[in-house]
């Protein structure tokens, strides 16, 4: 009995606590719960802090891939500009076969098309409708109808899909928010955004806001150095025209659904708006919001992001974080319930490793399923990861990449030298730079690379990341672009305005250097009686056939332009006595007078060649080409197929 009541004793002495462990406990529980509290506040700021910063940086992003795009966009715009101006007409024909193999949807994703308006001064309209009529439809007319000073019309919007054929006609001139960024565009004599409307391709369904954007063209030769010369020298405008909703539907890649975009014109209003994602949903006051603005085209967009309850997806750590402080502060207060609280602990932990452990294998696939090559390198610059784009990307099996310097797979040792950017990424700086890169099978592309310093615990680079992407095709797009602004689109030849370019720069280099060069004149005997007989197909044929032969009686120095028809010139950058300029003169005209083959039919024509060189013949361009063209014609009225030089 007295045993049994003992070990009662004891038991309940166990059970019991103390006064002073009771307040120690109090005190030590309401310090756990007090700093918990701290740490879950800390922990939601830094959270908050994150997202934002997170949805900011896809802020900037979003304007960045906007302002490049339309960067692209002016390009298109130039090279249309260009080629107009390399026509002595205005040829809509050609203009119209210049667009339908320009191919631009595909490399200028969002365009809704690409179109000339045409200027109509007062009283010319009857006579523009009367040769609309004949290139277009004998219903053609310009709309709507009303007595207005001056006019516009659309001649040519291609693709000329159904809903494109609507605006053909339509007096963009009319309405006043397309008229404010046309006569901007005039007074700049540079690309010019309009601000929002609705597009007259637009139906009764799927109705979007619109925005265009408008390249003046000048008449070639004319001055345009003042306002009022521009209006004097205007033939049209060159312009594409956006549907919002169509344009911007790339933009949020990245995170589709996750983000709300809207797009307003200059003011952040309803009536201003341009483009919403996430459209009739009213806007929250989370505070989760970004705003950029972007200057396009003379016209300011604002740009406002807003992160929507599921861009929280990622995984959160706060309650794992939290319920860890509240653990520590338990084993503080109660150490009789240590091993209870140690299996919860354990047992909050296993899931939290899981949590990560998915984590991980997430972006693990991520990084392999990427279409980019992602790398990583040590302190040397030695690859010790590829994921599998990367092997892809440089063509080569990925045993053979782990341990060869990054560097090495560069073009001609193209980019900066090892130890420049290992010296920047040990700085903490990251860098971005374009190289050419060499495949496994010797072929060349171009790729982007961007570089981030990777750190060990005390801070110390341990190496580096390495982000490759493929902009060959982008590069090859620009190229084409510069190509198709400078050259003849038919024969290859150089246009009007690119020789001009090069005959200044040689009347320049010959000036200041006192050396002579000579300027050749070339016109096509019979070509019209061949493209009038046999068709415009035959005559582009043997256009391009002839070409292909002067080029191949010039030397790689020279430059051969085409004036438009079955017109060319050559300049001969630098020739001694007088008789170099006749021998190549020769040349093309033997080259010429043999007979072409084109479809199975024999061809024969010849060529009168004019020559004027500088200084003897005249001092400017201006002069010398009007010499050369001179005795061209002195070289016609001679007989033909013969060079002739003005004394």
């Known amino acids: 009995m007295h045993d049994a009541e003992g070990q009662g004793a004891d038991t309940t002495r166990v059970r019991t606590w103390s006064p002073v462990g009771g307040v120690f406990i109090a005190i030590a529980l309401a310090c756990a719960i007090g700093a918990a509290f701290v740490v879950w506040r800390h922990l939601g700021q830094r959270h908050d802090e994150q997202v934002y910063v997170h949805l900011a940086s896809h802020s900037a992003e979003v304007v960045l891939k906007v302002s490049e795009r339309f960067h692209s966009y ?145 008449g070639d030769g004319m001055p345009v150095a003042t306002e009022a010369e521009r209006w004097a020298a205007l033939r049209g405008w060159v312009y594409l025209p956006f549907r919002m909703a169509s344009l911007m539907r790339q933009m949020l890649d990245q995170h589709p659904g996750q983000i709300r975009m809207q797009v307003f014109d200059r003011i952040h209003a309803p009536d201003a708006l341009l483009y919403d994602s996430h459209a009739g949903m009213p806007e929250s006051g989370s505070g989760r919001v970004s705003t950029e603005r972007a200057q396009l085209g003379g016209i300011e967009w604002i740009i406002r992001l807003e992160a929507l309850p599921s861009f929280d997806a990622e995984p959160d750590i706060r309650q794992a974080e939290f319920v860890s402080v509240v653990l520590v502060g338990v084993l503080l207060v109660v150490t009789a319930l240590f091993f209870a609280i140690t299996r919860e602990r354990a047992a909050r932990l296993a899931r939290t490793t899981d949590s990560l452990r998915r984590s991980e294998a997430k972006y693990s696939a991520l990084v392999n399923l990427a279409h980019d090559g992602i790398a990583a390198t040590d302190a040397d610059f030695r690859l010790t990861f590829v994921n599998p784009g990367f092997v892809v990307l440089v063509g080569r099996e990925e045993s053979r990449l782990l341990g060869q310097s990054l560097d090495e797979l560069w073009a001609d040792g193209g980019g900066e030298r090892r130890e420049v950017i290992l010296a920047r990424l040990g700085e903490g700086e990251s860098k971005r730079y374009e190289v050419r890169l060499t495949r496994g099978d010797g072929r060349q592309l171009t790729v982007l690379v961007s570089l981030a310093p990777l750190n060990d615990g005390w801070g110390r680079m341990k190496g580096a990341i390495a982000l490759l992407s493929d902009i060959t095709e982008r590069k090859e797009a620009e190229r084409r672009i510069a190509h198709m602004a400078t050259h003849d689109i038919l024969t290859g030849a150089v246009n009007r305005l690119m020789f001009g370019e090069l005959l200044g720069y040689a009347l320049v280099q010959a000036r200041r250097s006192g050396h002579r060069f000579a300027l050749l004149f070339i016109d096509l005997d019979h070509f019209k009686q061949v493209n009038d007989d046999m068709g415009h197909h035959v005559g582009d044929l043997l256009l391009c056939e002839a070409v292909r032969r002067m080029q191949g009686s010039i030397r790689s120095s020279d430059a051969l332009g085409r004036r438009g028809g079955d017109e060319f010139v050559v300049l001969l950058p630098e020739v001694g006595a007088d008789k170099d300029a006749e021998i190549v003169a020769e040349k093309i005209r033997s080259a010429l007078e043999k007979p072409f083959v084109l479809e199975g039919r024999e061809v024969r024509i010849s060529s009168s060649i004019g020559i004027a060189v500088y200084p003897e013949d005249g001092n400017d361009d201006h002069e010398l080409m009007c010499r050369a063209d001179e005795a061209m014609y002195r070289a016609k009225l001679g007989g033909r197929n013969r060079a002739c030089r003005v004394r």
């Open 74 to 218: 002016r390009m298109l715009l130039r090279g249309g500009q260009a080629f107009l101006r390399s026509r002595d007409d205005l040829d809509l024909a050609m203009w119209r076969t210049y667009l339908q193999r320009l191919s631009f949807q595909e490399d200028f994703p969002g365009v809704q098309g690409i179109g000339f308006a045409q200027w109509i001064l007062p009283g010319q309209l009857e006579a523009h409708t009367r040769a609309m009529r004949e290139f277009a439809s004998s219903d053609y007319r310009v709309w709507p109808d009303g007595q207005r000073e001056f006019l516009s019309s659309i001649v040519v919007l291609e693709p000329a899909d159904w809903r494109n054929a609507r605006a053909i006609g339509y007096d963009m001139y009319s309405e006043p928010v397309r008229r404010e960024a046309m006569d901007r565009a005039v007074r700049s004599a540079e690309p010019a955004l309009s601000g929002k409307t609705i597009l007259v391709q637009e139906t009764e369904s799927d109705v979007q806001a619109g925005v265009l954007l408008y390249m003046p063209l000048f």
